[in-house]
């Protein structure tokens, strides 16, 4: 039996979640750029930014127009995409699993719930670029982006805006299921860990967490990330070196044995 079939063979049997946590390369796949890889830039006019630059709630209050237009041009990519075989793989452990399946995304781009995740075990913990709110927060209301034409909120007057996480902003629990991604991260049998760099605050925390408490850890990612680097140096951990789409089928195989 190979590491990984060991590993996912004892945390089906252990009591505790199965708890997937995504990043940008799941969705590598199906077309849209990751964040930190070559296609990563954003741009607005004819200037070329890092998303940490335009990605934030000071730009947008000061330009509104730019970072609307950048936002509603990546919903159309992620519109015009399709879930590829892993989106498709954490479908079938949920049909499986039930409620002890949770899915912590990074990703805004919906493609999780387009391939039939459900809204009550996937936490878009960075938000929906599918959805705005005001930005005056005159309402904690979030709605649909609809065509894109009314960007004015409809109480207040004052700009609607992405229902996304920005670098200089917080996470909490309304909008971005803060601490009941902790909560899942205590209470996990099993972390999978596909396609993200680390580079943000609260999946540290849960990978961190997860490991602490002594869950099985598996990381799926072609280049290594501290998760794989955790996940090797574990005896209950592995680092599966591959694309997601490859990958994550072969898990959902395992995971779906009776
Ligand atoms: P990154 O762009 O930082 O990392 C993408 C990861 O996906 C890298 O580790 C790649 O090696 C991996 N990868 C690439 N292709 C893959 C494939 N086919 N299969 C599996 N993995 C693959 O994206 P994230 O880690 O998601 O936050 O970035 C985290 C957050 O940083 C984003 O949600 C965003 C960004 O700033 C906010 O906007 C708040």
């Not at 065509?147 to 996304?164: A, E, F, I, S, Y």
């Not at 598996?218 to 005896?235: C, K, R």
């Amino acid at each position: 039996m190979s590491k990984l079939e060991e590993i996912l063979e004892k945390a089906r049997k252990e009591p505790g979640l199965l708890l997937f946590l995504t990043g940008a390369g799941i969705s590598a796949e199906s077309g849209i750029p990751t964040f930190r890889g070559k296609d990563g830039f954003w741009t607005a006019g004819s200037k070329v930014y890092r998303p940490e630059e335009l990605a934030t709630f000071s730009t947008f209050r000061s330009r509104p127009g730019d970072v609307w237009e950048w936002y509603l041009l990546r919903r159309e990519t992620c519109l015009r995409v399709e879930p590829n075989a892993a989106h498709h793989a954490l479908v079938k452990i949920e049909e499986k699993w039930g409620d002890r399946f949770r899915l912590i995304t990074q990703n805004v781009d919906g493609l999780h719930l387009r391939a039939g995740n459900s809204l009550e075990r996937t936490w878009q913990i960075h938000g929906d670029i599918n959805l705005m709110r005001c930005a005056a927060e005159c309402t904690d209301a979030v709605q649909p982006v609809g065509d894109g034409k009314n960007l004015r909120c409809d109480r207040c007057g004052d700009w609607m805006r992405p229902h996304v996480l920005w670098f200089d902003e917080y996470y909490n629990e309304e909008w971005y299921r803060f601490e009941s991604s902790l909560a899942a991260a205590s209470g996990a049998a099993l972390l999978v860990v596909v396609g993200t760099s680390g580079a943000t605050n609260l999946p540290i925390q849960v990978g961190m967490r997860a490991a602490e408490r002594g869950a099985y850890l598996v990381d799926v990612n072609p280049e290594p990330n501290p998760f794989s680097e955790w996940a090797e140096s574990s005896p209950r951990g592995k680092a599966v070196t591959g694309k997601a789409s490859e990958r994550l089928p072969r898990i959902a195989e395992l995971l779906l044995k009776d």
